[in-house]
């Protein structure tokens, strides 16, 4: 496995970790009240956005070039992280 599969493998595997939490948000939403379902719905449609945007990174880092990977994988970390974040925010707003 090269480099760049196993980067696309990792990235995915984020992706995967954040379908849950979004599942586990949508679940929350359901018993929640109405004024707190919206409230949910909210942040889950913002963090569902943020999930598409990462996964068409990792299509760009499919696409690009051997050597423009290398040079892509430093934003998409920096993306990444960003969005790790988001998620731990809006887990922790909603405990």
Do not use: C, H, P, T
Request: avoid cysteine; glycine fraction near 2%.
């Amino acid at each position: 496995m090269s480099k760049r599969e196993a980067y696309i493998d990792k990235m995915k595997a984020k992706i995967d970790e954040w379908n849950a939490q979004i599942a586990e948000l949508q679940a929350k939403a359901k018993e929640a009240e109405a004024d707190m379902r919206i409230k949910y719905d909210q942040e889950i449609d913002s963090l569902k956005k943020q999930r598409d945007e990462a996964e068409n990174k990792i299509d760009e880092v499919k696409a690009a070039s051997d050597s423009a990977w290398e040079k892509m994988r430093e934003g998409m970390e920096s993306a990444f992280e960003n969005i790790s974040d988001s998620f731990k925010k809006a887990l922790d707003r909603f405990k």
